[in-house]
């Protein structure tokens, strides 16, 4: 949530922001009145309590009807008392409410619009020309199967659509992925994680999953805990309700989970093979830093999604992410596209998301930097999300007859092979 504070000064940088992302203003002025009857009613009440105390003083030293009007006196006190109380606990509640609804802040510098609106920073690799090579290039579903790495079939049959099984060198294909990713992410600092793939609801509203966000996110009603999209869920929330020393800062932690998401405004996109799914894993770096220092780890979290990217000799660029498609959390995002040969197009493999305080406010983790405790700032990248990788590695590394190059940092995780082969059926 953003600071009431800063939105009392000045309303109108809110209104800009939600304007920016499409979302709705007059949430900002439905924000401003409960926020000013939340404080008066506040006032009101510490007045009645304060003339209660004052009364009880009186009452044992008088006496007759000199008494007997005063407690009548406190009577009425005593129920204007709870009547004020109820009235500021409900304008609190619903301040609460209307602050949960508020997206974060987006950053000056970007690009106002939708998802096509992006602004493209850079771009890094060439572009093969398989006509040049002489053959027209496989999707990663038909290499797949060649490989015997990828059955759709049997995922569909076992668990419904969106749902696949990685096979003999697809599952090692996986683990190499994985293993290297982690490797990177703890020669850079980053300590590794297994993280819950089940939270709490506080868990998922406080890192601003049960939002816009919430009809991709699956919940066991029975247990009342939600599957995480992401491990940023849980990564985010190790710290909830804690106050970290400044000396400890930068926190970098690099999280392995499996992933869960509806995937339920994109029916007919990307039906084919291991793209758009609902269960992969990924490897997450999240950092916490001192709020002064998110603009600097934001771009030291690209690097790092540039030097995975670059190691696994795959064609890409650098995205700015426009207002309307960044996220409730995120003040400013920056997505890695990869080059996808069979689609002709470039299509995110990760993305890093400078989530300011918005986060740390939700879910209480402050910084003390000698006596001032204050909220920290949250960010996250995504180092590896193994399916979408995978479709990039099998199209942009394969050769004729349907075999595939295996990059130079992976071949250490696979036994020293350096190219995967067909399999006979």
Known sequence: MIDLRLLREDPDRVRASQRARGEDVALVDALLSADERRRSSGVRFDELRNEQKQLGKLIPKAAGDEKAELLKKAGQLAADVKAADAERDAADAETQELLLRLGNLVHPDVPVGGEEDFVTLETHGAIRDFGAEGFEPKDHLELGQLLGAIDVERGAKVSGSRFYFLTGVGALL???????????????????????????????????????????????????????????????????????????????????????????????????????????????????????????????????????????????????????????????????????PTQGKYRELTSTSDCTEFQSRRLSIRVRDGKQVKPLATLNGTLCAVPRTIVAILENHQLADGSVRVPEVLRPYLGGREVLEPVSR
């Not at 499996?258 to 894993?281: L, M, N, Y």
């Open 174 to 340: 996986e683990l190499a992925l994985v293993n290297a990713a982690i490797a990177q992410a703890t020669e850079a600092g980053f300590t590794p994680m297994l993280t819950p793939a089940l939270v709490r609801p506080q868990s998922m509203a406080g890192t601003g999953f049960l939002g816009q966000a919430a009809q991709d996110v699956y919940h066991l009603d029975k247990d009342d805990l939600y599957l995480v999209g992401t491990s940023e869920v849980a990564l985010a929330a190790y710290h909830m309700d804690e106050i970290i020393d400044a000396e400890r800062l930068p926190l970098r932690y690099a999280g392995f989970s499996p992933c869960f998401r509806r995937e339920a405004g994109s029916h007919g996109k990307d039906t084919k093979g291991i793209f758009r799914v609902h269960q992969f894993d990924k490897v997450e770096m999240f950092s916490y830093v001192a709020p002064e220092d998110s603009e600097a780890e934001h771009q030291r979290l690209l690097a790092w999604e540039k030097q995975w990217l670059t190691s696994l000799e795959l064609p890409f660029r650098v995205i700015d992410v426009a207002t309307g498609d960044l996220g409730s959390s995120a003040a400013r995002k920056f997505d890695c596209e990869a080059w996808i």
